[in-house]
């Protein structure tokens, strides 16, 4: 899943982890995906028929999100907010599980089309090396256009609670000092 499918996760989950600033939580929605481009350019991890086992194997995801969830609760001394920021984390394992493999690669702004590749197989590694790959596959499925729509609306609804978070605090119940 792109991007914005990641934040709109990260901005719904605000209200349930108010200590935590929302740069954080959006960071911790695509962290497997920083890790895949730091691990690309540490030459640890390719994308490929072996997939991406250190930044998207199921495995490692778990790892990454209990580190999170163990970090960030030590940061702001707030078990929830650890367990919150773990959850998120894993929530980019889950998404990618459902969209993934995704076969459509790079949007041409001239031609305003995505490029397909080849329908692509499961490429979310459950361990590493040589372990079966799963993908739900659901952007195998529908088209760019389609997939784009979904996260542009997905992200509508994480805004609208994250507003609704941010209305309701900044409202104290009493009417504001002229
Ligand atoms: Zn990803």
Redesign the pocket.
């Known amino acids: 899943?792109g991007p914005l499918g990641?934040f709109s996760v990260a901005l719904a989950a605000k209200p349930a982890a108010p200590k935590v600033p929302l740069g954080v939580l959006l960071l911790a929605a695509?962290i497997?995906?920083v890790l895949?481009v730091a691990f690309g350019f540490a030459g640890i991890e390719r994308a490929g028929s072996a997939g991406?086992p250190w930044?998207?194997g199921l495995f490692m995801s778990i790892i990454w999100s209990a580190v999170a969830a163990l970090f960030l609760a030590r940061i702001y001394r707030d078990y929830r907010a650890g367990v919150v920021v773990g959850l998120l984390v894993f929530s980019?394992?889950v998404?990618?599980f459902i969209s993934?493999p995704i076969p459509f690669s790079s949007f041409s702004w001239r031609s305003w089309q995505w490029s397909y590749g080849h329908p692509l197989p499961s490429d979310l590694p459950l361990l590493f090396g040589d372990s079966p790959k799963v993908g739900l596959g659901l952007y195998n499925s529908i088209s760019a256009m389609e997939a784009t729509a979904l996260e542009f609306g997905m992200f509508i609804l994480g805004a609208a609670v994250y507003a609704r978070y941010i209305f309701q605090k900044r409202k104290p119940g009493r009417p504001p000092s002229a």
């Open positions: 899943m990641h695509v497997l995906d895949a991406l930044s998207h980019h394992w998404l990618d993934h």
